[in-house]
């Protein structure tokens, strides 16, 4: 069995600085002990479902990387399939730099953080980018949020090549307003149920 993330990421020169650290044996055995990694499981979809945010890396044609946040209501990127995301493109600062960048490389990668409980899921994939009126009513309906004032504009699908779970060694617990304001009430009834 391969992994497929580690054998796309894992190229010469990131095995050279592996073996200077120590940890290219370690690498070697991720690589041939865990995997595929290649489709969405349970725990992916329940993972990506409860996002209401990502980071997205696009590269322009001259090399430089650019990664811009996207965010929405909790389940905005949709999980179409075991190799297949959507998300609702609408109407921002009108830069469309990742859009252009992704008009003539398609590769993207997502970093989709649960930062309270300190997991990191990273996505490799191909992006294509559909205007709203040429995208299937059922599709366009599965990515819509229903509430939000925005009108879709696109649509984003992604191709799933490769995903991997990070070490959460180094992630900084951070709260949402919502997360916050449950962990408060929780809080305060042990502490008055303690009384």
């Known amino acids: 069995m391969t992994h497929r993330f580690a054998e796309t990421v ?8 592996q073996k ?14 865990f995997g595929p990694n290649d489709e969405l ?5 329940n993972f990506i ?18 990664v811009q946040h996207r965010g929405g209501p909790t389940g ?3 999980v179409l399939g075991p190799r297949s995301l959507a998300y609702a493109d609408f109407r921002g600062n009108t830069q469309l730099v990742s859009t252009g960048n992704l008009s003539v ?3 993207c990668s997502l970093i989709l953080m649960d930062y309270p409980n300190r997991r990191r899921l990273k996505i490799l994939g191909h992006i294509r980018i559909e205007n709203a009126a040429d995208v299937a009513d059922e599709i366009l309906t599965s990515v819509t949020l229903p509430g939000y004032g925005a009108v879709v504009e696109r649509v984003f699908f992604i191709d799933l090549l490769a995903y991997d ?19 408060s009430a929780k809080a ?3 502490s008055e149920n303690s009384l």
Not at 10 to 17: A, C, D, G, L, W
Not at 165 to 183: G, V
């Open 10 to 17: 894992f190229t010469n020169s990131v095995k050279i600085q």
């Open 20 to 33: 200077k650290a120590g940890s290219l044996e370690h690498n070697e055995n991720l690589q041939a002990r």
């Open 41 to 45: 499981g349970t725990r992916e979809i």
């Open 49 to 66: 479902a409860d996002r209401d945010s990502f980071y997205l890396a696009t590269v322009s044609e001259t090399g430089w990387p650019y």
């Open 76 to 78: 905005f990127l949709k």
């Open 105 to 107: 490389n398609d590769r």
């Open 165 to 183: 779970w990070n070490c959460p060694q180094h992630i900084s617990r951070r709260y949402t307003e919502a997360e916050y304001l449950e962990q």
């Open 188 to 190: 305060r009834n042990v």
